[in-house]
């Protein structure tokens, strides 16, 4: 659906549309009827490190009814138990296999795709550990380099720049871990992967455009096969429409928006793709109160 002839909202719980004439009404599904809930974290559980208003309660709620949970981030600085960890602090108990970061999937990437690569890493020590975790081989070397993985790096240089423009000139792949260009932090925002990726990719004189996290159909796919569901029984929750909502979209899973973080109603209003729900907290995915909201990547 799109916004424009009709216009969905969400009320108490269900996803109903309502024609621009008026002339009728058609119920589609409770927003707490899936089997499964896969949620962002920056800007959906969490602002940083602060916890968001309801979050806690609505995932022991969710837990609490049998529902499937996967926490879904394309960070590219943390670990999924670093990400576990976190969350425990912040009083959302999880499993480390409930935690599917674009780090870990990245070397999930490269054990499936292209096990005999060489990888010269772009980025923290979170991704060399990741990568030693899938025994993927990574090296300094540009001219050994068979790929370059880039994420987000708080400490780059030069020379880390001179290394990756030097290993794709020679002829390796270029792969970023995820395509976000920035990340909104208190007080303002930080330079994230796609930063990092497009300075690779000018200094070598090609055209970056992979990547392995959120929206890419490998990171959706590897979701489902953990959830073990149809994707019509998942719901994927987040603030990003460029990346949680349309992975969701790519993928099957139904979509939520929650207008915690990055994305407002306006912004979901002026895309071409719409979520399927608009939320203003997590709460509201209980249905225990009714809500009105309007609804609104080349990839590996």
């Given at each position: 659906?799109r916004?424009?002839?009709?216009?969905?909202?969400?009320?108490?719980?269900f996803f109903?549309?309502?024609?621009g004439?008026?002339?009728?009404v058609?119920m589609?599904k409770?927003i707490d009827?899936y089997d499964a809930?896969?949620f962002?974290?920056d800007?959906?559980?969490?602002?940083a490190?602060?916890?968001?208003?309801g979050?806690?309660?609505?995932?022991r709620?969710l837990r609490g009814?049998?529902?499937?949970?996967l926490?879904?981030?394309?960070?590219?600085?943390?670990?999924r138990?670093?990400?576990?960890?976190?969350l425990?602090?912040m009083g959302v108990?999880?499993?480390?296999?409930e935690?599917?970061t674009?780090?870990?999937?990245?070397?999930?990437?490269?054990?499936?795709?292209a096990p005999?690569?060489?990888?010269?890493?772009?980025?923290?020590?979170?991704?060399?550990?990741?990568?030693?975790?899938?025994?993927?081989?990574w090296?300094?070397?540009?001219?050994?380099?068979?790929h370059?993985?880039?994420g987000s790096d708080?400490?780059?240089?030069?020379?880390?720049?001179?290394?990756?423009?030097?290993?794709?000139r020679?002829?390796?792949?270029?792969?970023?871990v995820?395509?976000?260009?920035?990340?909104?932090v208190p007080?303002?925002h930080?330079?994230d992967?796609?930063?990092?990726?497009?300075?690779?990719?000018?200094?070598a004189?090609?055209?970056g455009?992979?990547?392995?996290?959120k929206?890419s159909?490998f990171?959706?796919?590897?979701?489902?096969?953990w959830?073990?569901l149809?994707?019509?029984r998942?719901?994927?929750?987040?603030?990003?429409?460029?990346?949680d909502?349309?992975?969701?979209?790519?993928?099957?899973?139904?979509?939520?928006?929650?207008l915690?973080?990055?994305?407002t109603?306006?912004?979901?209003?002026?895309?071409?793709?719409?979520?399927?729900?608009?939320?203003?907290e997590?709460?509201?995915?209980?249905?225990?109160?009714?809500?009105t909201?309007g609804?609104?990547g080349?990839?590996?």
């Amino acid at each position: 659906m799109r916004l424009g002839a009709t216009y969905p909202y969400s009320y108490a719980g269900f996803f109903v549309v309502f024609s621009g004439e008026g002339e009728g009404v058609g119920m589609i599904k409770r927003i707490d009827s899936y089997d499964a809930y896969c949620f962002d974290l920056d800007g959906t559980i969490y602002a940083a490190d602060r916890l968001l208003p309801g979050a806690a309660e609505t995932i022991r709620a969710l837990r609490g009814r049998g529902k499937k949970l996967l926490f879904l981030t394309n960070s590219s600085v943390l670990t999924r138990e670093q990400c576990r960890r976190k969350l425990e602090a912040m009083g959302v108990p999880c499993r480390e296999d409930e935690v599917l970061t674009a780090l870990y999937v990245s070397g999930l990437y490269f054990s499936r795709v292209a096990p005999n690569a060489k990888v010269l890493l772009l980025g923290e020590a979170a991704m060399r550990s990741q990568m030693d975790e899938f025994g993927v081989e990574w090296t300094v070397d540009p001219d050994a380099a068979t790929h370059v993985l880039v994420g987000s790096d708080r400490e780059f240089t030069y020379e880390k720049l001179r290394l990756g423009m030097e290993a794709v000139r020679a002829g390796a792949r270029l792969i970023a871990v995820n395509p976000d260009p920035a990340c909104p932090v208190p007080g303002g925002h930080i330079p994230d992967t796609w930063a990092f990726m497009q300075a690779v990719s000018a200094a070598a004189e090609v055209r970056g455009e992979h990547y392995v996290g959120k929206p890419s159909t490998f990171f959706a796919r590897y979701a489902l096969e953990w959830l073990r569901l149809p994707p019509d029984r998942c719901l994927i929750v987040g603030d990003r429409l460029e990346t949680d909502i349309a992975m969701g979209l790519r993928s099957g899973m139904r979509t939520a928006l929650v207008l915690t973080g990055i994305a407002t109603l306006e912004d979901a209003k002026r895309q071409s793709f719409e979520p399927d729900y608009v939320i203003d907290e997590l709460p509201e995915l209980l249905c225990e109160e009714g809500t009105t909201a309007g609804a609104a990547g080349e990839t590996i």
